[in-house]
């Protein structure tokens, strides 16, 4: 499936201007996780600054803040540090209220580009919603497998050599009988396999180099090749397995083809938007001209 542009969502603050990393050092960890906080109301007061109100909903929309984030942290103690961030940022607020930091024009522009940029966001978000359901999911999972062909996948060992003359005394000594994890043990220069016994485990055929590959996927299974060289040296290969490769589930997959879906889902919104839209580029440059084709090259 293509990948498309996500739209990616800024938090306002870092969490960790206001409270310092030694305050999370600090803290002692509880004796024993406390029981599950009853369900608040959005409206709920939680705290009051000189008068102005901070809510549960105030609170929940922080914590979804990315920029918030507080891992490892237990639910107890990451309500306090977010009640503690609104307050003060409660604070900042009502001061650059009082210095009348609204006022100026950038602070009307960063208002307006920042409200609609939530707009957008949540509009997206919403829409997506309604467009990524299971069943858009699991038909999308369908129309992806039908549309995928075999793809054959073979399981094989080998041994790494640097010339031929040791490779083709190799090759016979395992034709004669050897096992082939012993002698790879022995005398492979592959340390990533080796230890292995030479196991490669399952690959595809565009996974290996061109003649390793095409040796690899002619030799029958239980079979030994003759010497390979490749640029890494010199090979002798055995063929334990072939098989097609299996399709993934639709559970391997879910989380994969639902991200699929929200972004073609959001980006096709911005460009149904688009085409209907009066557009005007007022003083935009224009496109500079293509240079001429040379003399040559309109022969």
Known sequence: MPTLSPFWRNGALALGLLLPGAALAQAPAPAAAPAAAPAQSPDTVVAKVNGATITAGDLAVAA???????????????RNLLVDYMVD?????????????AESPDFTRKLAYFRDKLLLDEYLEREAKKAVTPQA???????????????????????????????KKIAARLKAGEDFAKVAA??????GSKAEGGDLGWFTKERMVAPFADAAFKLEAGKISDPIKTQ?????????EKRSKPVPSFDEMKEQVEAYLTRKTQQDIITKLRE?????????????PAPAPKADEKK
């Open 232 to 240: 890494f040296g010199w090979h002798v290969i055995k063929v334990e």
């Open 276 to 288: 209907g839209a009066k557009i005007e580029r007022v003083g935009a440059t224009p496109a500079a």
């Open 186 to 191: 022995e005398t492979s220069k592959d340390p």
């Open 64 to 78: 979804d803040d990315p920029a918030l984030s507080l891992p490892g942290v237990d639910e107890a103690q990451k």
């Open 137 to 167: 999911a699991k038909a999308l999972y369908d129309e992806t497998v039908k549309a995928m062909k075999p793809e054959e996948e073979v399981h094989a060992r080998h041994i790494l050599v640097d010339n031929e003359a040791e490779a």
């Open 89 to 101: 940022l409660k604070i900042g607020a009502q001061a650059a209220e009082k210095d009348k930091v």
